[in-house]
């Protein structure tokens, strides 16, 4: 479906928090940020606000296929990444890169862009 796809943000690798699960786990930040887009996959099939009952950090480690990533996730500062709860886990911030709403935004942002770019009489990158 061209709706189903998960953004990979430029320098994902190289923020903080991929680069502190990537220290704590001795894995490259390339690496740990695929076995994260690997759960955040998953989110975006299991979840549409971000929080998923019944899940615990041995699913969402097997999910994303390296042990111990969750707790990783849920350890990154300033703000954790993953936030356990008896009853489930918790993507924070969740609707900002995922979900319909967050894919439509992104999609507008990018047809604005090469729209602005044509106008400019730049040659459109998109085509």
Same mark, same amino acid.
């Given at each position: 479906? =061209? +709706?189903?796809?998960?953004?990979?943000?430029?320098?994902?690798?190289?923020?903080?928090?991929?680069?502190?699960?990537?220290?704590?786990? +001795?894995? $490259?930040?390339?690496?740990?940020?695929?076995?994260?887009?690997?759960?955040?996959?998953?989110?975006? !099939?299991?979840?549409? !606000?971000?929080?998923? &009952?019944?899940?615990?950090?041995?699913?969402?480690? =097997?999910?994303? +296929?390296?042990?111990?990533? $969750?707790?990783?996730?849920?350890?990154?500062? &300033?703000?954790?990444?993953?936030?356990?709860?008896?009853?489930?886990?918790?993507? &924070?911030?969740?609707?900002?890169?995922?979900?319909?709403?967050?894919?439509?935004?992104? $999609?507008?942002?990018?047809?604005?862009?090469?729209?602005?770019?044509?106008?400019? +009489? =730049? &040659?459109?990158?998109?085509?």
């Amino acid at each position: 479906m =061209a +709706g189903d796809f998960i953004r990979w943000e430029k320098g994902l690798t190289r923020k903080p928090e991929v680069l502190q699960v990537a220290a704590k786990l +001795g894995l $490259s930040a390339v690496t740990a940020a695929g076995h994260m887009m690997l759960l955040w996959e998953w989110a975006d !099939d299991a979840t549409t !606000d971000g929080y998923i &009952p019944g899940a615990t950090p041995q699913l969402t480690d =097997a999910i994303a +296929g390296f042990p111990g990533i $969750s707790e990783a996730m849920g350890a990154t500062l &300033p703000r954790p990444w993953l936030e356990f709860f008896a009853e489930g886990v918790r993507f &924070p911030n969740y609707e900002r890169h995922n979900g319909r709403c967050a894919k439509k935004r992104i $999609s507008d942002a990018e047809r604005l862009r090469a729209w602005r770019k044509k106008q400019k +009489g =730049a &040659p459109d990158e998109t085509q």
